[in-house]
């Protein structure tokens, strides 16, 4: 009968590891391929995917380890869809003073609740700073923005994070990141 169960038990491995990692998953990640992202209502850990997108994962790090990311508010959040960030303009047209990337999605990793993909112009080469997280599956993005990380914990705090209004989902006095920084970085 123990046999039975643990048998069960491990049958469903494979299903938790295709929606994302546990609280207790989450500590086993490598922290230099991790974010804490703290949010007004708690931290949401994001694993970092350097074998799909190493330019955007590098860009993420280097601005997380200057502080850009902080105090940064979540300008435009669409119910459903998305809550977008890193612009420290809050207008959805700024970023870094670094120069835009390459375009990294030619995987088959597919836009799914809780991945983090980087924001760009209509041109592919030009993501900088800005990023989303999916609130839900967006089939009409695979292959067309570049993924670079998966929420792996945290994911009611951005379910928490204030929505847009109108169409284009812009945000009056929006919530902020409080903190954005590699796991590596962070003392326990």
């Given at each position: 009968?123990?046999?039975?169960?643990?048998?069960?038990?491990?049958?469903?491995?494979?299903t938790l590891t295709?929606?994302?990692?546990?609280?207790?998953?989450?500590?086993?990640?490598?922290?230099?391929?991790?974010?804490?992202?703290?949010?007004?209502?708690?931290?949401?850990?994001?694993?970092?995917?350097?074998?799909?997108?190493?330019?955007?994962?590098?860009?993420?790090?280097?601005?997380?380890?200057?502080?850009?990311?902080?105090?940064?508010?979540?300008?435009?959040?669409?119910?459903?869809?998305?809550?977008?960030?890193?612009?420290?303009?809050?207008t959805g047209t700024?970023?870094?003073?670094?120069?835009?990337?390459?375009?990294?999605?030619?995987?088959?990793?597919?836009?799914?609740?809780?991945?983090?993909?980087?924001?760009?112009?209509?041109?592919?080469?030009?993501?900088?700073?800005?990023f989303f997280i999916?609130?839900?599956?967006?089939?009409?993005?695979?292959?067309?923005?570049?993924?670079?990380?998966?929420?792996?914990?945290?994911?009611?705090?951005?379910?928490?994070?204030?929505?847009?209004?109108?169409?284009?989902?812009?945000?009056?006095?929006?919530?902020?990141?409080?903190?954005?920084?590699?796991?590596?970085?962070?003392?326990?």
């Amino acid at each position: 009968m123990r046999r039975r169960a643990l048998l069960a038990s491990l049958s469903v491995l494979p299903t938790l590891t295709m929606i994302g990692a546990s609280m207790s998953d989450a500590a086993t990640l490598d922290p230099e391929n991790t974010l804490y992202m703290d949010l007004k209502d708690g931290r949401v850990v994001i694993q970092l995917l350097p074998q799909i997108a190493p330019l955007h994962v590098a860009r993420v790090k280097e601005l997380a380890r200057k502080g850009f990311y902080d105090g940064t508010p979540f300008h435009r959040v669409i119910e459903g869809f998305m809550a977008q960030g890193g612009d420290p303009t809050g207008t959805g047209t700024g970023g870094s003073d670094l120069p835009p990337l390459k375009a990294e999605f030619t995987n088959q990793r597919k836009f799914l609740r809780g991945t983090v993909g980087a924001a760009r112009t209509n041109d592919p080469n030009s993501a900088n700073s800005q990023f989303f997280i999916m609130f839900a599956p967006a089939p009409s993005l695979d292959g067309q923005y570049t993924i670079w990380g998966q929420v792996v914990s945290g994911m009611q705090y951005v379910d928490a994070i204030k929505r847009g209004t109108g169409g284009n989902g812009m945000v009056q006095n929006p919530d902020r990141i409080i903190h954005l920084r590699v796991a590596a970085d962070v003392k326990q």
